[in-house]
């Protein structure tokens, strides 16, 4: 009967340092388009999203956060690699307790057995339009 579809509930960081911001950068290949995405992954069942948002970045970048805030909640209906999406987004703000990953140009992420870079983004650079935020909804928090 196939695979199920269901809504996915994230919790993502805002991380900044001023201007920047700490984006995963990924490609979709089927429209050919850049995207930068706040860190963060899956709430658990059971898990406040909150502990998710702090637990992410940790197994992510072996990094504690501090001062974590909720900004809101969004809802993101997309379509990424030709499938379609539906994720609950808890958004929260975070500022890194170890100062000098402010300094790094990118951040190793580790995520299972995969292992990528996030990168600082200006904001600037993300309105130009290269690399699109996402979810878009995002931009009423920065």
């Given amino acids: 009967m196939g695979k199920k579809r269901r809504i996915r509930p994230i919790a993502i960081c805002l991380i900044r340092q001023g201007d ?5 950068e990924g490609v979709d290949k089927v429209k050919g388009t850049r995207f930068g995405r706040p860190l963060g992954g899956g ?9 998710a948002a702090i637990r992410e970045i940790r197994e992510e970048l072996g990094a504690e956060i501090t001062d974590v805030e909720q900004l809101g909640i969004v809802e993101s209906i997309y379509v990424y690699e030709g499938e379609p999406g539906h994720e609950i987004v808890f ?3 975070g500022r890194f307790v170890d100062e000098s990953l402010y300094e790094q140009p990118s951040l190793t992420i580790t995520e299972g057995k995969r292992v ?10 993300l309105r130009s339009g290269d690399i699109h935020l996402v979810p878009e909804a995002l931009w009423q928090f920065l």
């Fill in 20 to 24: 920047r911001l700490l984006l995963h």
């Fill in 91 to 93: 958004v929260y703000s």
């Fill in 43 to 51: 709430v658990d069942f059971g898990e406040p999203s909150q502990e």
């Fill in 116 to 125: 990528f870079e996030a990168q600082w983004r200006s904001l600037a650079e």
